[in-house]
């Protein structure tokens, strides 16, 4: 997933930019529209922490939400209920 995916669905993901960056208000997280620099930007604020520091813990959230989006993979039974790969 890259970040303009993110913002277009910036209404999805900002309960979990929240959660992870609890100091944010919901109307700082609301006003920046899903912008990463602005949202880096409020998170050095908030947080007094370098942009470095910033940017790796954007990836690292970015990545955690690739992960959740992933849709497990899907596995149906033959007719003995033997586990049949789905093609």
Known sequence: MNWD????DWNQF????KQRWGKLSNQDLEALEGRREVLAGKIIEAYAISKQ????QLE???QG???K????ASV??????AAAPRH
């Open 76 to 81: 149906t039974t033959d007719r003995a209920g």
């Open 14 to 17: 900002k309960g979990r930019a």
């Open 5 to 8: 995916q993110i913002q277009a």
């Open 60 to 62: 690292e959230w970015q």
């Open 65 to 67: 939400l690739v992960e």
């Open 53 to 56: 520091e910033v940017e790796r």
């Open 69 to 72: 989006q992933a849709p497990a």
